[in-house]
Nanobody, 123 residues
């Protein structure tokens, strides 16, 4: 069974940057598409960015395009989310999740989840 652990969250001022990491273990990480999701208090979990297993193609939600970059290093079993130009509305718990099937964007379609890391953007 694949285990995922997120790290890299914290408190940052508006306009600042953070890099989140999602480390996988327990199964062959390369086989899985990885998605980053977030959930703010009182809101539903939403997809932020995804990276496929087959060709590392990526997808971004409109609200992060041009600001966030997802990448993967299969040698380190890790996926990264570089977050720049952060805004207060980016404040949320960020989760990474894995799917054995590429191209999925709904949280319900992901099989394994980490416990999340808090990102807070405030002055």
């Amino acid at each position: 069974q694949l285990q995922l652990v997120e790290s890299g969250g914290g408190l940052v001022q508006p306009g600042g940057s953070l890099r989140l990491s999602c480390a996988g273990s327990g199964e062959t990480f390369d086989y899985y598409a990885i998605g980053w999701f977030r959930q703010a208090p009182g809101k539903e979990r939403e997809g932020v960015s995804y990276i496929n297993s087959y060709d590392s193609s990526t997808y971004y939600a409109d609200f992060v395009k041009g600001r966030f970059t997802i990448s993967r290093d299969n040698a380190k079993n890790t996926v990264y989310l570089q977050m720049n130009s952060l805004k207060p509305e980016d404040t949320a718990v960020y989760y990474c999740a894995a799917s054995i099937v590429d191209g999925r964007h709904s949280p319900n379609e992901y099989d394994y989840w980490g416990r999340g890391t808090q990102v807070s953007v405030s002055s």
